[in-house]
């Protein structure tokens, strides 16, 4: 069974378990599908690969973050407490990020096979970390670690 399809088989489940909160994430994520599809000239109703279903779901979650960032400032801790709700039913379909010292030694080793020393070659090695890490990495982290080696 493919993601997507488990992903909308998920719809009926927290229906019966009248999970509000599951269903309306559940059902955005659906709703998002389609319209990934629709994007890339397919119809509705064609099922997204993995890997399109992950791009979908890591968007969401950094919507999401961003959301609960944007309450936490503006002292909106009943919104923020909601989109962290949300955000940790997201999370259940993400693979498992790496942490901050898996990143750097992946990316201690990619700037000396490069042979990068130069601080203005940070693009540079930031895009070859992302072909690596994409999917296993959050993007502001690898960002944050490159920042370090320099």
Same mark, same amino acid.
């Given at each position: 069974m493919s993601l997507h399809e488990q992903i909308k088989s998920e719809i009926k489940t927290a229906m019966?378990? !009248?999970?509000?909160? %599951?269903? /309306? @994430?559940? %059902?955005?994520? @659906?709703? *998002?599908? #389609? /319209?990934? $599809?629709? *994007?890339?000239? !397919?119809?509705?109703?064609? #099922?997204?690969?993995?890997?399109?279903?992950?791009? @979908?779901?890591? !968007?969401?979650? +950094?919507? %999401? !973050?961003?959301?609960?960032?944007?309450?936490?400032?503006? /002292? %909106?801790?009943d919104l923020a407490d909601e989109d962290c709700a949300q955000l940790k039913i997201l999370e259940e379909f993400l693979p498992a990020m790496m942490g901050e010292d898996e990143v750097r030694k992946i990316l201690e080793d990619k700037k000396q096979e490069l042979g990068i020393t130069d601080p203005t070659k940070k693009g540079m090695l930031? $895009?070859? *970390? #992302?072909?690596?890490?994409?999917?296993? *990495?959050?993007?502001?982290?690898?960002? +944050?670690?490159?920042?370090?080696?320099?």
């Open positions: 019966m378990a !009248r999970d509000t909160v %599951r269903l /309306n @994430v559940i %059902r955005g994520l @659906v709703t *998002a599908f #389609m /319209n990934e $599809a629709v *994007a890339t000239g !397919r119809t509705p109703q064609d #099922m997204l690969t993995d890997d399109e279903v992950l791009v @979908v779901i890591t !968007r969401t979650a +950094k919507q %999401r !973050r961003d959301a609960i960032e944007q309450f936490t400032k503006g /002292n %909106r801790s930031i $895009a070859e *970390a #992302m072909k690596i890490l994409k999917g296993k *990495a959050d993007g502001d982290l690898v960002k +944050k670690v490159v920042d370090s080696l320099f």
